[in-house]
Structure formats: structure tokens, C-alpha cells
């Protein structure tokens, strides 16, 4: 498989692929080593995954520029996620513990010995495929491998094709940490590979991806009764109140909605303005928009960067001009930008209407609609009218407003005063098209055990 760069369409690497044969080998290797991985103590698998969060702290920049050449993330983006994953890790490594420790919920007592306990333990899952994107590959893949490491499982990763070179410094760096080979497996290849991998009898199927992937995942696996946990795209809505520090709001919605280049599953991709504010908004976002530096993403100013996947700029061509033609208007970009590499002018559309393909598919670029409203309920009706359910936000200075409102979205998460954000402390959890499951939180742990129910009475 060649891996191209997105910036410049040169040829970075080849690499070798799985097919079915190497990728049924890789199994029986994961699932022989599952029993010992699973008894060696929990102190151990913690301490080996301290180890891999102290190696990429030292390897960052090489590991930032790699992530940057192979999926054209900004580098000064890059390290923000490598930064920031150390803040996930630690929450892994602190909180496993509490997670796998048994509860007893009876204990009926005869003097001083024990008649009858029940108690409730919990047991790896075995082995889990993990299937994943290539957009946030540090986040989302070890929102899933590290919890499933830690709680005794063994893994067979696949990353994205788009993000293989990452998947490959990720297993190096596990198993220099002290994670044994067969533990943790690389699974190389594309969506051919991804589907032989769940032809094998995994024990869980762990995926992040598109809606449509998704689909086709939990229908492949669905009789086999696995644990299946899937985290897919969005349609995620703001709505900015009239009553807001409306340059400030523009400011943290602008970079909401195109940081990344607009690649994140919860990137802001709907805002509706309260029609009081909505012409000031307007200029205020676009002034916000065309100060953001696009260019070279190995280059520390670049805030944008290329797509990292040719068929998304078609897709975004398709969102502008079915809005224009449903009467939409482009207030700033609109096209793909003449030179190397899949970059597309950051694009901001208003007087949409929610028919329009920008304001119902994922649109996974730098690109906005945004829709002005006369009311909360109408702006809660629109946000709420979209088949994804992963995050949604409300701008206002009035708390219980604010409140009343993210009450009423059915969202996985929903934000007050600030967007695209994703805590490890809370369960990342999407509804409807947006997933089935959570993980990150302790929720995101328990999601890699299974319960077993101890009832022991003496004799
Ligand atoms: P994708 O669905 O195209 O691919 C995801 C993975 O699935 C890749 O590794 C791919 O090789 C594999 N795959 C493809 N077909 C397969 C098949 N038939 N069987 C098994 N595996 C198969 O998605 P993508 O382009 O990599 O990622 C972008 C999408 O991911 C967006 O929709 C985004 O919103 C979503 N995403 C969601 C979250 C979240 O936490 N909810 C996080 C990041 C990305």
C-alpha cells in the first residue's frame, strides 16, 4: 500500500499489507496470548502503558511530523494531540483499578464467618479488534487499545489506511514499553483487510469511523452476540443567543468548526444565530475565518491544512453548490484550491435551510452553514433535526437558559460556551447515526470487561 502524502501527492512510503491469511495467523497469536496477558498483574500491564505514554513524550516531534506527512494534520496540531493524550493516558492509568475491583453487594454472616456473598467480578473480554480512523489516530485509537490493554484483553489494531504510519510507530512503542508482541498486533490494510479482521472469532469489535462503515460493522458481527462499541460521524449543531460577547462566540465557533480542517467527528458542522445578532455574527465569523493561515501543514503556522482524502473535496464541491442552488449564499471560499494537494478554501455559507446537504451529511471539512433563527425552540427543533446525535452546544451569558436548552438535545454530549471538546473524565458516546457505546470515563473503561456474578454460599 502506498502512502501518499496529502500536501504534495508524493509517495512517502510502501508498506505491506495483511491479507486474510497473515490476519487469521495474527489472531491466533492475539488469542494464545490473551490468558497470560490477562494474569499478569494489573500493576504490570499499568506500568508498561506508563512507559508508552513516557516514550511518546520524548519521540513527539518525530511522531507529530509523521501523523502531518501521512494525513496532513498542521503540525502545531499534531502536537496538540500528542500534548494532550498524555492528560487521557493518566486518566486510563488512574482509574483501571477502581474499575476492575470487585464489588460485593451481599454478605449475609453466621457469627463471624461469611453464610453467603455475592459479589460481582470483572473479566477481560479476550480479544478485541479495534478498527479506526485516521483523523485524531492518537485519541481515538487509544480511547480504545489502552483501556483494553489495561483491563487484560489482547488487541488486534487496524489502523486507518490513512494513518498506517502512526498505527506502526503505536505498536512500536507498546512493545518497546514492555507490552508483549502478541498482545498488541498491527493489522495493516484498508477496508478489505478491516473486514477479514471481524471474519476472525473476535471477543469485541471496538470501531471509529463513518455512519456508513459503521453500519455495515454491526451487521457483519451482530448474530455473533460480541460486545461492539462504535463511535461514528456527526451533524453537530451550536446555536448562538442573542445575548452573547458575539465576537468572542465567532471566535471559539470559527476555530469549532475548522480546526482539524474541519476533520474532527465533533467538529461544530451546523450553527444557527438568533436573527438579533445574526448580521453582526456573520461578519464578525467571516473576519475570524479569512485570518486563519492556510498552507504547508509542516509548517508551525499553518492553522489549515490539506484533506487528508481526495474524495472528501468532491463531496464539499457537492455541499456548496447544491446550497447555492437551493438559495444559499457564499459569504466566503466555495472551491478547491489550484495547487498540489487536496485543499479546499475555508468556506462559510448562510441563508441555509436544513434540506441542503451541507446542513444534514457529515460535511468532515472546513466549510459552515449557518442558519438564523427567531427563537429557542425553533433553534432547538433544527438542532435537533438531523439523524446524528453526537454533541451539541448553546452561546449565552444565561446559565439557566443555557440550561433549559442542552436539556432538550438529544446529543451525547452537549456544551455551554464552548465547542469541539472532549474530556477523558467524561463517557464519549454518541446516539442515533453517532454510535452505540462510550468510551473515555469510566464508563469507557467498564466497555472492555464483562461481569461475572460470584454467588457463594459455605458449606
Ligand atoms: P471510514 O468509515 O471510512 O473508515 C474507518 C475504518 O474502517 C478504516 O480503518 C477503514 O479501513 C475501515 N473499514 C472500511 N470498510 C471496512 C469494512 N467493510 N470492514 C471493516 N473495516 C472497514 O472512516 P474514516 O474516514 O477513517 O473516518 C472518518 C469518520 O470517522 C467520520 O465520519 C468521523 O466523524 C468519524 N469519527 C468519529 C469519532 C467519534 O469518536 N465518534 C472519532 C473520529 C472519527
Redesign the pocket.
Known amino acids: 500500500m502506498q502512502i501518499k502524502n496529502p500536501a504534495t501527492l508524493s509517495i512517502i512510503e510502501d508498506v505491506a499489507t495483511d491479507d486474510a491469511a497473515s490476519v487469521a495467523n495474527k489472531y491466533a497469536r492475539a488469542r494464545k496470548a490473551q490468558p497470560a496477558w490477562a494474569n499478569t498483574p494489573l500493576e504490570r500491564r499499568v506500568a508498561a502503558l506508563r512507559a508508552f505514554r513516557d516514550a511518546i513524550a520524548k519521540e513527539r516531534d518525530t511522531l507529530a511530523l509523521t501523523l502531518t506527512r501521512e494525513m496532513g494534520k498542521p503540525v502545531a496540531q499534531a502536537k496538540n494531540e500528542l500534548n494532550a493524550l498524555a492528560g487521557r493516558l493518566d486518566f486510563f492509568l488512574e482509574n483501571t483499578a477502581k474499575v476492575l475491583t470487585p464489588e460485593v453487594v451481599l454478605e449475609e454472616r453466621d457469627g463471624a464467618s461469611a453464610k453467603l456473598v455475592e459479589s460481582i467480578v470483572f473479566e477481560p473480554l479476550g480479544v478485541v479488534a479495534n478498527?479506526?480512523?485516521?483523523?485524531?489516530p492518537w485519541?481515538?485509537g487509544s480511547?480504545v487499545f489502552v483501556p483494553a490493554l489495561l483491563t487484560g484483553n489482547t488487541v488486534l489494531y487496524?489502523?486507518?489506511?490513512?494513518?498506517t504510519l502512526t498505527g506502526l510507530a503505536i505498536e512500536r512503542l507498546l512493545h518497546q514499553s514492555g507490552v508483549p508482541s502478541d498482545a498488541f498486533i498491527a493489522v495493516v490494510?484498508?477496508?478489505?483487510?478491516?473486514?477479514a479482521?471481524?471474519a476472525q472469532p473476535v471477543n469485541g469489535v471496538f470501531?471509529?469511523?463513518?455512519?456508513?462503515?459503521?453500519k455495515?460493522?454491526a451487521e457483519?458481527v451482530a448474530s455473533r452476540f460480541v460486545r461492539v462499541g462504535?463511535?461514528?460521524?456527526?451533524k453537530d449543531p451550536t446555536y448562538v443567543c442573542e445575548d452573547v460577547d458575539v465576537r468572542k462566540a465567532a471566535e471559539s465557533l470559527a476555530d469549532g468548526a475548522m480546526y482539524n480542517t474541519g476533520?474532527?467527528?465533533?467538529?461544530v458542522e451546523r450553527i444557527y444565530v438568533h436573527r438579533a445578532v445574526a448580521s453582526q455574527f456573520l461578519k464578525e465569523f467571516v473576519d475570524v475565518v479569512k485570518s486563519f493561515t492556510l498552507g504547508d501543514p509542516e509548517d508551525e503556522k499553518t492553522y489549515i491544512g490539506p484533506l487528508?482524502?481526495e474524495e472528501q473535496l468532491a463531496e464539499l464541491e457537492l455541499q456548496v453548490n447544491d446550497a447555492l442552488q437551493k438559495g444559499a449564499k457564499l459569504l466566503v471560499g466555495g472551491k478547491r484550491i489550484a495547487r498540489p494537494g487536496y485543499y479546499f478554501e475555508p468556506t462559510v455559507l448562510t441563508d441555509v435551510s436544513d434540506d441542503m446537504r451541507l446542513m444534514r451529511e457529515?460535511s468532515?471539512g472546513p466549510i459552515i452553514g449557518i442558519g438564523v433563527v427567531d427563537s429557542d425552540q425553533e433553534a432547538i427543533r433544527r438542532m435537533n433535526d438531523t439523524e446524528y446525535g453526537?454533541t451539541a452546544g448553546v452561546y449565552s451569558r444565561d446559565e439557566r437558559r443555557a440550561e433549559a436548552i442542552l436539556r432538550e438535545l438529544d446529543a451525547g454530549s452537549v456544551y455551554w460556551n464552548c465547542c469541539d471538546r472532549?474530556s477523558p473524565r467524561l463517557p464519549?458516546t454518541?446516539r442515533k447515526h453517532?454510535?452505540l457505546g462510550s468510551?473515555l470515563s469510566t464508563h469507557g473503561i467498564r466497555s472492555f470487561v464483562q461481569p461475572k456474578a460470584w454467588h457463594r454460599r459455605a458449606p
Open positions: 478498527i479506526s480512523a485516521w483523523n485524531y485519541f481515538v480511547n487496524k489502523p486507518s489506511e490513512h494513518a490494510g484498508a477496508g478489505d483487510v478491516g473486514a479482521l471481524l470501531f471509529t469511523g463513518s455512519y456508513r462503515t459503521g455495515k460493522i457483519q462504535l463511535e461514528l460521524g456527526g476533520q474532527s467527528c465533533c467538529s487528508a482524502r457529515e468532515f453526537l472532549v464519549w454518541g453517532s454510535g468510551t
